[in-house]
T-cell receptor, first 113, second 115 residues
Framework: NAGVTQTPKFQVLKTGQSMTLQCAQD?????MSWYRQDPGMGLRLIHY???????DQGEVPNGYNVSRSTTEDFPLRLLSAAPSQTSVYFC????????????FGPGTRLLVL | AQSVAQPEDQVNVAEGNPLTVKCTYS??????LFWYVQYPNRGLQFLLK??????LVKGSYGFEAEFNKSQTSFHLKKPSALVSDSALYFC?????????????FGTGTRLKVLA
């Protein structure tokens, strides 16, 4: 199994541009989530999904959209990038119960100029 | 507001000495508790978790953590530190019975093990 994969690894955007961060998992996990990691702030939950077709907002959802059309994929869309969205983004998946281990992808480093 | 605190930004310890990385939480009820580790330019990796039962939980790479309900703490420990343990450590909680998957992470503690 490849586990949780994320693309791209690094991206530079200009303010106002849009882009999609890709996340895929091949473990048939029900639950997937997106976090952003900023210095001194730990990981903050952006959006999560408990299954195909079901998504919900996390702590910092503004400026981001998600969809979950399949169990495997959970893309994160930046509609109009802002410098405040400069961060490292992690996708994670969990088998299905809230107390189970989260498996994290390698991350996407995003720089918005 | 529910929160997780890791009071030390960095912990320095000599190789071979015991280490402790502190975590306290403010969450309603008894939460599920987790420790994750992050090596440079990598995603987070699971170390251990407390679900129920024995308050002392043993995990990967010789790490253990003790759940203390009265002090609302879940400190990470290891009897003898290795240089390879140097990394960023995160404590995370999720309220039990919340019906959501809204994990709450601490801000992280950088562990530096000195040779």
């Amino acid at each position: 199994n490849a586990g949780v994969t994320q693309t791209p690894k690094f991206q530079v955007l200009k303010t106002g541009q849009s882009m999609t961060l890709q996340c895929a998992q091949d473990m048939n996990h029900e639950y997937m989530s997106w976090y952003r990691q900023d210095p001194g702030m730990g990981l903050r939950l952006i959006h999560y999904s408990v299954g195909a077709g079901i998504t919900d907002q996390g702590e910092v959802p503004n400026g981001y959209n998600v969809s979950r059309s399949t169990t495997e994929d959970f893309p994160l869309r930046l509609l109009s990038a802002a410098p405040s969205q400069t961060s490292v983004y992690f996708c994670a998946s969990t088998p299905g119960r809230v107390y189970e281990t989260q498996y994290f992808g390698p991350g996407t480093r995003l720089l918005v100029l | 507001a529910q929160s997780v605190a890791q009071p030390e930004d960095q912990v320095n310890v000599a190789e071979g000495n015991p280490l402790t990385v502190k975590c306290t939480y403010s969450v309603s009820g008894n939460p599920y508790l987790f420790w994750y580790v992050q090596y440079p330019n990598r995603g987070l990796q699971f170390l251990l978790k407390y679900i129920t039962g024995d308050n002392l939980v043993k995990g990967s790479y010789g790490f253990e953590a003790e759940f203390n309900k009265s002090q609302t703490s879940f400190h990470l420990k290891k009897p003898s530190a290795l240089v390879s343990d140097s990394a960023l450590y995160f404590c995370a909680v999720i309220p039990r019975g919340s019906g959501t998957y809204k994990y709450i992470f601490g801000t992280g503690t950088r562990l530096k093990v000195l040779a």
